[in-house]
């Protein structure tokens, strides 16, 4: 969906996309990019209220190859040869970025790990960002500690502001 939307406003050849997993068999699964068409049915309907409102009009088609007898979807080439898929050991692996990025997901990860895990991973992301960069995470995941004074909280985003905000109440005299 990220790379459907930087498609729509021009702006996904000028990305440069890394999807990363632990498992070799997910990464395998989003580079077939082959999905279950009754069980995403509802992302169609989302697909169109996002991307369909105001008198545009995105086809679906576009996008994916449907084979109802199948019961697939299938993500065209044109987004997949997008991204650069690889695996990726959040908690012992270095990173995979040879570079700083702008934009990270962490959705739904950081909920399995301890505070002082969580706490290793986002340092790893933080020092991996662009200031001004924005991490997302999952509807029910936080950024750990002291993090909370080196981003702005945005709903699920975070943007990094290399800088530190302390609380007055925070403060000891």
């Known amino acids: 969906s990220n790379l459907i939307l930087l498609n729509e406003l021009g702006l996904l050849d000028k ?12 990464i395998a699964n989003a580079q077939a990019g082959v999905y279950s068409l009754n069980f995403n049915k509802g992302y169609i309907d989302n697909f169109n209220k996002v991307l369909n409102k105001d008198g545009d009009k995105v086809e679906f088609g576009k996008y994916f ?8 979807m299938t ?13 990726h050991n959040l908690v012992s692996g270095v990173s995979p970025f040879a570079y700083k990025v702008d ?14 895990l969580q706490t290793k991973v986002v340092q790893s992301f933080y020092d991996q960002m662009h200031k001004g960069g924005n991490l997302v995470l999952g509807n029910h995941e936080a950024v750990p500690g002291y993090f ?16 530190f905000h302390f ?3 925070s403060l000891c005299l």
Request: charged share 25%; net charge positive; aromatic share 10%.
């Open 148 to 163: 909370k004074a080196k981003f702005t909280k945005n709903n699920a985003a975070y943007t990094k502001t290399n800088s």
């Open 65 to 72: 190859d449907i084979n109802e007898a199948a019961d697939t």
């Open 75 to 87: 993500v065209k080439s044109i987004i997949k040869s997008k991204a650069q898929f690889m695996r």
């Open 103 to 116: 934009l990270l997901f962490c959705r739904n990860v950081l909920i399995y790990f301890n505070t002082a």
């Open 167 to 169: 609380l007055s109440e």
């Open 15 to 26: 990305s440069r996309i890394i999807a990363t997993d632990i498992s070799q068999k997910m």
